[in-house]
């Protein structure tokens, strides 16, 4: 079980930290310091910026120490529980442990950034139009963003194909 899930999950993961750190280090190196960079008429910005908190700066006011136990230690616990479920769980396909490993590795880059760089993380992009803009994110933010949308996804299908079974049962 865990031999066939195991080449899936570590791909995706290792995969996704590597590419994550290094679009990081790309945008130190080029956007440190500098005014932001738009694209398509501001729809599209890159700026370099730190993120104290987490998911679009939650918990970011938070005291220091607290931010270390929930934002370090708490979100080590968890990616660790995420990572044993994904591999040990009997009921998930490759493509939801593919999706679990999204999520695991999109929050295991940005914990590796939280040790780095002193409980911050590297942020570099930004969408929106006119004052609607998202918060500024990495592509850690979006594996975790896709691997909840592919489960989303998938639990949407499965949900409709089982009400499709459920009412050909009955017709019969």
Same mark, same amino acid.
């Given at each position: 079980?865990?031999?066939?899930?195991?080449?899936?999950?570590?791909?995706?993961?290792?995969?996704?930290?590597?590419?994550?750190?290094?679009?990081? #280090?790309?945008?130190?190196? %080029? /956007?440190?310091?500098?005014?932001?960079? &738009?694209?398509?008429? @501001?729809?599209? +910005?890159?700026?370099?910026?730190?993120?104290?908190?987490?998911?679009?700066?939650?918990?970011?006011?938070?005291?220091?120490?607290?931010?270390?136990?929930?934002?370090?230690?708490?979100?080590?616990?968890?990616?660790?529980?995420?990572?044993?479920?994904?591999?040990?769980?009997?009921?998930?396909?490759?493509? #939801?442990?593919?999706?679990? %490993? /999204?999520?695991?590795?999109?929050?295991? &880059?940005?914990?590796? @950034?939280?040790? +780095?760089?002193?409980?911050?993380?590297?942020?570099?992009?930004?969408?929106?139009?006119?004052?609607?803009?998202?918060?500024?994110?990495?592509?850690?933010?979006?594996?975790?963003?896709?691997?909840?949308?592919?489960?989303?996804?998938?639990?949407?299908?499965?949900?409709?194909?089982?009400?499709?079974?459920?009412?050909?049962?009955?017709?019969?």
């Amino acid at each position: 079980m865990v031999m066939r899930r195991l080449p899936v999950f570590l791909s995706v993961f290792i995969g996704q930290v590597v590419l994550d750190q290094w679009t990081k #280090q790309l945008a130190t190196a %080029s /956007l440190k310091g500098t005014p932001a960079h &738009s694209w398509l008429g @501001d729809v599209f +910005r890159l700026q370099y910026a730190t993120n104290d908190g987490a998911f679009l700066s939650l918990g970011s006011n938070l005291p220091p120490q607290a931010r270390y136990w929930v934002l370090t230690i708490g979100v080590g616990a968890l990616l660790l529980a995420l990572c044993i479920y994904a591999l040990g769980s009997k009921k998930l396909d490759l493509v #939801q442990v593919g999706s679990y %490993s /999204l999520i695991a590795s999109g929050g295991f &880059s940005n914990w590796i @950034d939280r040790a +780095r760089f002193e409980g911050s993380v590297v942020d570099f992009m930004n969408m929106g139009i006119g004052s609607l803009r998202t918060g500024v994110f990495n592509v850690a933010d979006l594996a975790i963003l896709g691997g909840i949308g592919v489960l989303f996804v998938q639990g949407w299908r499965e949900e409709k194909k089982q009400k499709a079974l459920s009412a050909l049962a009955e017709k019969k």
